[in-house]
């Protein structure tokens, strides 16, 4: 049968040896061979080219190897979903029992949790994608960065990744960890922006408290909000802060903070972790210059 033909009965080029014996290839392995046209993904499942995969070939692959129900989670759901999750390993959720092969974890699951179409692919919900992608990492900023992305982007709710971390599955430790060390899902930054305000002994502040003048209007949530002086500190993130219009909200923000006589610490994450004792001293300078003067009329209208 000609190559053509092949390539109609597959999936963007990966297709089962079952598949190519029943089209009259006998020997599909032969020409997996090197330097052969084809090559070998799976157990069974054969890419009709010799060249680099594409991710969605990868995946396909993948879920043919898995078979018949098989849903996509961890890293590659998460990516599918839009966010930076960095592990190759392709992690599926399989009805049934089945065996991984190298970078690919086949696990079963039941019951099978519900997926959509993302793409093409059946991926499971953000939450339990990046609750699934923690159990595979290692690093707690890893894992709090990904966490703070799906909350920040408004992918899951804190919640609902608190019921999946919840489950008996092995592993969830780390996620569990993040979870509860933060209290909220909340960037790696804010976390050492935690625990550099505790060192300093500064006055307790609150954390993403929205803060309004006396007539009732809105100023801002600030990172860190320290009361007893009206202070600001605002963690103002890249990658979290600066997105499309971002940059323009964020002068209107500074303008309110002035209007009301707000004094606001700003600092880059790069800072907080690069050069921590140079941002203790501007924010215990900050303090005492707050204290000097007489505090604003503004009050603390929600604290989370």
């Not at 996509?72 to 599926?92: D, K, M, N, Y």
């Not at 860190?224 to 890249?238: F, H, K, M, P, T």
């Not at 923000?253 to 009301?260: D, E, K, T, V």
Request: proline fraction near 7%; charge should be positive; aromatic fraction near 4%.
């Amino acid at each position: 049968m000609r190559i053509e033909h092949l390539r109609e009965r597959s999936d963007l080029g990966v297709i089962s040896t079952t598949t190519l014996k029943s089209l009259g290839v006998a020997d599909p392995w032969r020409r997996c061979a090197s330097g052969g046209p084809w090559q070998r993904m799976y157990p069974g499942v054969v890419l009709l080219h010799n060249g680099p995969p594409t991710p969605d070939q990868h995946l396909t692959a993948a879920l043919l190897r898995a078979g018949p129900g098989a849903v996509v989670t961890g890293s590659w759901a998460c990516r599918r979903h839009g966010l930076p999750a960095r592990s190759p390993e392709i992690h599926l959720l399989v009805p049934g029992a089945a065996r991984g092969s190298g970078s690919l974890i086949l696990e079963r699951a039941s019951p099978m949790p519900p997926s959509s179409d993302v793409g093409g692919f059946p991926v499971v919900s953000t939450a339990r994608a990046v609750v699934d992608a923690c159990r595979f990492l290692r690093s707690v900023d890893e894992a709090t960065a990904l966490v703070a992305a799906a909350v920040q982007r408004r992918l899951c709710t804190p919640d609902e990744l608190r019921v999946e971390a919840r489950t008996n599955r092995y592993g969830t430790k780390l996620a569990r960890e993040v979870l509860r060390d933060l209290g909220r899902a909340e960037s790696v930054a804010e976390r050492d922006a935690r625990r550099l305000s505790r060192k300093i002994r500064l006055t307790t502040p609150h954390w993403n408290a929205t803060i309004a003048d006396a007539s009732g209007l809105v100023i801002a949530r600030p990172d860190a909000w320290y009361d007893d002086v009206g202070l600001a500190w605002e963690i103002d993130s890249r990658a979290f802060h600066y997105g499309p219009r971002d940059y323009e909200r964020t002068l209107a923000r500074n303008s309110r903070y002035a209007a009301a006589g707000i004094l606001v610490v700003q600092t880059l994450p790069t800072r907080l972790r690069d050069s921590p004792e140079a941002v203790a001293r501007e924010l215990k300078a900050a303090h005492r210059a707050a204290a000097a003067r007489p505090r604003p009329a503004v009050h603390v209208v929600e604290v989370r």
